[in-house]
């Protein structure tokens, strides 16, 4: 894992519902010096979001209380900066049909588990360094869809 530079703090909102997996993705993501916040499951996911200013979300696809597109489509109608905030979905299901519903949903990237840390990296800070405008499936620009399997 490459040390990360100093920036002012942005907030990563991860939604896993496998304790050991969201405190893994956590302590990473710590590493590289963002602010974590963490829910188990959509309902939570939606309950921070909006209260908190979330920067990038992470999300599974499989979540207990309902899918991890619903919880995208649910965050991406919540309020504006949500519109606009990259989303990444993690999962361990493969097939053309979940990165179909994944970009319907308003997803920016998609990311096969168990991630690479090093593709993950790359790709959060690619995404963040990128206008807000441009991750918003409501604006005239298309999501903008990366698949790492």
Same mark, same amino acid.
């Given at each position: 894992?490459?040390?990360?530079?100093?920036?002012?703090?942005?907030?990563?909102?991860?939604?896993?519902?496998?304790?050991?997996?969201?405190?893994? !993705?956590?302590?990473? @993501?710590?590493?590289?010096?963002?602010?974590?916040? $963490? &829910?188990? =499951? /959509? *309902? %939570?996911?939606?309950?921070?979001?909006?209260?908190?200013?979330?920067?990038?979300?992470?999300?599974?696809?499989?979540?207990?209380?309902?899918?991890?597109?619903?919880?995208?489509?649910?965050?991406?109608? !919540?309020?504006?900066? @949500?519109?606009?905030?990259?989303?990444?979905?993690? $999962? &361990?299901? =493969? /097939? *053309? %049909?979940?990165?179909?519903?994944?970009?319907?949903?308003?997803?920016?990237?998609?990311?096969?588990?168990?991630?690479?840390?090093?593709?993950?990296?790359?790709?959060?800070?690619?995404?963040?360094?990128?206008?807000?405008?441009?991750?918003?499936?409501?604006?005239?620009?298309?999501?903008?869809?990366?698949?790492?399997?």
């Amino acid at each position: 894992m490459r040390t990360q530079r100093s920036r002012t703090q942005q907030t990563v909102l991860v939604i896993e519902d496998y304790a050991d997996s969201r405190e893994m !993705l956590r302590l990473l @993501l710590e590493s590289l010096d963002y602010r974590v916040i $963490t &829910a188990k =499951d /959509g *309902n %939570e996911a939606l309950a921070v979001a909006s209260d908190e200013h979330i920067d990038l979300v992470l999300t599974d696809l499989g979540l207990p209380d309902m899918s991890g597109v619903t919880v995208v489509r649910l965050l991406r109608k !919540l309020n504006d900066h @949500l519109r606009r905030v990259p989303i990444i979905m993690l $999962t &361990a299901f =493969d /097939g *053309n %049909e979940y990165y179909r519903s994944a970009v319907q949903a308003g997803c920016t990237a998609f990311l096969k588990k168990p991630p690479d840390f090093d593709k993950l990296q790359d790709m959060i800070e690619r995404l963040l360094r990128q206008p807000l405008n441009e991750h918003s499936r409501f604006s005239r620009n298309s999501p903008i869809l990366t698949v790492v399997r």
